[in-house]
T-cell receptor, first 109, second 112 residues
């Protein structure tokens, strides 16, 4: 069974700061997801990665398959980025996602 | 395309009562998941459906939880009877084969 660890658990940043959230997993995967969860509970998928790097607006996600590690970066952070960011991995095919515990980000104006 | 729809958004019940949650996945998504997310933790899979068949229900507490996906579209998750520790957000997600999963808004259950 894959173990997914995220760090940090909690993060407070000033508006405009560059933010990095890390995710490591224990077993080889077919895909890694970065998800955003706002206080209401709904989850939005930000990225799905199997290799390399993806960018969407101010968000960048990278993955190193050999090191079993991924990072989510937010450039020029804004208070509306405040949310819980969750890393989840899929071992193979259509197996269910295994989730990390999430990183709670608060961006202060 | 329309997203994953869940209802109700919030539910408060007393322990030992019964409750049911409903999920309507994205049209054409064969795979449907129910997750339980306890406060401060990541979501935990309860059950996975492929069309109307169960793929994985190993973590579903079958003495009190049940789920069905009749006709391979909508799904319901039921808890009967509820316990205090069932207080959580119940998330439904759907996906096509081996693609990203799309999540509903979740149902926040409080058992008092």
């Amino acid at each position: 069974k894959n173990e997914v660890e995220q760090s940090p658990q909690n993060l407070t940043a000033q508006e405009g700061e560059f933010i990095t959230i890390n995710c490591s997993y224990s077993v080889g995967i077919s895909a890694l997801h970065w998800l955003q969860q706002h206080p209401g509970g709904g989850i939005v998928s930000l990225f799905m990665l199997s290799s390399g790097k993806k960018k969407h607006g101010r968000l960048i996600a990278t993955i190193n398959i050999q090191e079993k590690h991924s990072s989510l970066h937010i450039t020029a952070s804004h208070p509306r980025d405040s949310a819980v960011y969750i890393c989840a991995v899929r071992n193979s095919g259509n197996t269910p996602l295994v989730f990390g515990k999430g990183t709670r980000l608060s961006v202060i104006a | 395309e329309a997203g994953v729809a869940q209802s109700p958004r919030y539910k408060i019940i007393e322990k030992r009562q019964s409750v049911a949650f409903w999920c309507n996945p994205i049209s054409g998504h064969a795979t449907l998941y129910w997750y339980q997310q306890i406060l401060g933790q990541g979501p935990k899979l309860l059950i996975q459906f492929q069309n109307n068949g169960v793929v994985d229900d190993s973590q579903l507490p079958k003495d009190r939880f049940s789920a069905e996906r009749l006709k391979g579209v909508d799904s319901t998750l039921k808890i009967q009877p509820a316990k205090l520790e069932d207080s959580a957000v119940y998330l439904c997600a759907s996906s096509r084969q081996s693609t990203e999963a799309f999540f509903g808004q979740g149902t926040r259950l409080t058992v008092v």
